[in-house]
């Protein structure tokens, strides 16, 4: 998707879908494991979020491959988005 195609698709979702797509969208990260994200995986000080597990068939596991646990970047548009005082 183009980036005013997301930022349509953004503008229409309530807050806390919207959340959840920028974060696969601006990381680049599986449904699953996005899903599998706990608050302690986001360093919002060294602008990173930690996949460490997934969520597969409602349960959480391990992430599909051993080099599937990675650190993504987080852009200042995310962060804005999911900063603590919004929760």
């Known amino acids: 998707m183009t980036e005013t195609q997301l930022n349509a698709l953004f503008g229409l979702l309530p807050i ?49 491959t051993a080099n599937s646990k990675r650190s993504r970047p987080m852009v200042e548009k995310l962060i804005e988005h999911c900063s603590i005082t919004e929760r």
């Open 16 to 64: 806390h879908y919207k959340r959840f797509f920028m974060t696969l969208a601006m990381t680049g990260i599986r449904t699953g494991e996005a899903l599998g994200l706990k608050w302690a995986d986001v360093n919002f000080a060294d602008r990173e979020i930690h996949v460490r597990r997934a969520i597969y068939r409602g349960k959480e596991t391990t992430p599909k």
